[in-house]
């Protein structure tokens, strides 16, 4: 594909509520990494995806959270019983190859819980 | 501070002006990359220097680096107010985390 595309562009909920967010890849990008960021912060590593490899999950900040990749294509990110504090930007990036290469960012899906 | 914080948090300057933002961290790396983000989404990657490299550059980039001092900077030349967003540093390995640790940024702001 052209480019990293995240959907939903923008999400508002309820709290309580669960999300799914989506994550589609650059086609033949073996890495995938979810990241969040609050309003005027850096960037929170969540997950990462290495193409077969079991997931580095160290980033998830709680259990309502999950993430799966169907093999090197679409993620999705789950947020479970939505709390406001999880209320930010999520982002999506891939890499042809791990961490040492350069990732290309989606668009991002601005989370809003209410 | 966290792995690959930047300096100034926040910079002002005028249109044609110099502007140099500077990334610190703490332990080694493999490499050490710069991005861009403009108005909080989707980032951009500008520049990847790797830990055996001092200087690197792209058009009006200059980037720097020194392995003994743990810091990086980003020179941005002649700048231009299509320049203004935030700059984040990036690195990898010596944390043990299969992904990159990103600075919280340095917000520039170029003064047409």
């Known amino acids: 594909g052209a480019g990293v595309s995240q959907s939903p562009s923008n999400k508002v909920t309820e709290k309580g509520k669960d999300v799914e967010l989506r994550c589609d890849p650059i086609?033949?990008?073996?890495?995938l990494y979810w990241y969040r960021q609050r309003l005027g912060q850096g960037l929170e590593f969540l997950i990462y995806?290495?193409?077969?490899?079991?997931?580095?999950k160290s980033g998830l900040p709680s259990d309502r959270f999950s993430a799966e990749r169907t093999g090197e294509s679409v993620s999705t990110l789950t947020i479970q019983r939505t709390q406001q504090e999880d209320s930010a930007v999520y982002l999506c990036a891939s890499s042809r190859l791990g961490n040492t290469d350069t990732q290309y960012f989606g668009p991002g899906t601005r989370l809003t819980v209410l | 501070s966290q792995q690959g914080e930047e300096d100034p948090q926040a910079l002002s300057i005028q249109e044609g002006e110099n502007a140099t933002m500077n990334c610190s961290y703490k332990?080694?790396?493999?490499?050490l990359q710069w991005y861009r983000q403009n108005s909080g989404r989707g980032l951009v990657h500008l520049i990847l220097i790797r830990s055996n490299e001092r200087e690197k550059h792209s058009g009006r980039l200059r980037v720097t680096l020194d392995t003994s001092k743990k810091s990086s900077s980003l020179l941005i030349t002649a700048s231009r107010a299509a320049d203004t967003a935030s700059y984040f540093c990036a690195t990898d390995g010596g944390t043990g985390r299969r992904a990159l640790t990103f600075g919280s940024g340095t917000r520039l702001q170029v003064q047409p």
């Open positions: 995806f290495q193409g077969n490899s079991a997931p580095d």
């Open positions: 332990t080694s790396i493999n490499n």
């Open positions: 086609s033949g990008h073996t890495a």
